[in-house]
T-cell receptor
Framework: DAKTTQPNSMESNEEEPVHLPCNHSTISGTDYIHWYRQLPSQGPEYVIHGLTSNVNNRMASLAIAEDRKSSTLILHRATLRDAAVYYCILRDIQGAQKLVFGQGTRLTINP | GAVVSQHPSRVICKSGTSVKIECRSLDFQATTMFWYRQFPKQSLMLMATSNEGSKATYEQGVEKDKFLINHASLTLSTLTVTSAHPEDSSFYIC?????????????????FGPGTRLTVT
């Protein structure tokens, strides 16, 4: 499985935008970029995914570099409820399509 | 929609006993379910992939005789931890893959259950 690299932790303030980076230099042409987040003592929650183009949904935006070797999850206006561990995962559309989690980024939101 | 439930949410068992954890997709059919384990302060570790009507595929290093997985229907998969020991204490999480097709591309989104915290004394 192609690997991703994320900062261990990030901190931001409430109501400010947050940009969470992810490097995936070995991404293949059939890998989708997925973002999940996990709140304490809960199962992961789907945030967003994309292949080549930038994506927006009600939770976040995903900006994908032109060479697809990196991406950034954007939370436009962070709230305290956004404090979680955010995982950037590559999933091959072929094969088993399993999600393999890395260490993720622990996001702390200051009031 | 797309809700996955797990039962029980918490369980405490004595060393040497077996415990069963259920994972259900409540409003969609899941041909494939996944089982993960998570120790405190660590990431999720994939244990096995469970396909409806066939044997589970275990990740390297996971004992299939200790962690029995059954996926008897499109909405239910079970994980049985046999002869549990204190080192098996962990947070067990399942996920289910929606088999629906979205537009021109396959969706196959995965939805996660809330997790089951197992404590072996």
């Amino acid at each position: 499985d192609a690997k991703t690299t994320q900062p261990n932790s990030m901190e931001s303030n409430e109501e400010e935008p947050v940009h969470l980076p992810c490097n995936h230099s070995t991404i293949s042409g059939t890998d989708y970029i997925h973002w999940y987040r996990q709140l304490p003592s809960q199962g992961p929650e789907y945030v967003i995914h994309g292949l080549t183009s930038n994506v927006n949904n009600r939770m976040a935006s995903l900006a994908i570099a032109e060479d697809r070797k990196s991406s950034t999850l954007i939370l436009h206006r962070a709230t305290l409820r956004d404090a979680a561990v955010y995982y950037c995962i590559l999933r091959d559309i072929q094969g088993a399509q399993k999600l393999v989690f890395g260490q993720g980024t622990r996001l702390t939101i200051n009031p | 929609g797309a809700v996955v439930s797990q039962h029980p949410s918490r369980v405490i068992c004595k060393s040497g006993t077996s415990v069963k954890i259920e994972c259900r997709s409540l409003d969609f059919q899941a041909t494939t379910m996944f089982w993960y384990r998570q120790f405190p302060k660590q990431s999720l570790m994939l244990m096995a992939t469970s396909n409806e009507g066939s044997k589970a595929t275990y990740e390297q290093g996971v004992e299939k005789d200790k962690f029995l997985i059954n996926h008897a229907s499109l909405t239910l998969s079970t994980l049985t931890v046999t002869s549990a020991h204190p080192e098996d204490s962990s947070f067990y999480i399942c996920s289910a893959r929606d088999r629906s097709v979205g537009g021109l591309t396959f969706s196959y989104e995965q939805y996660f259950g809330p997790g089951t915290r197992l404590t072996v004394t």
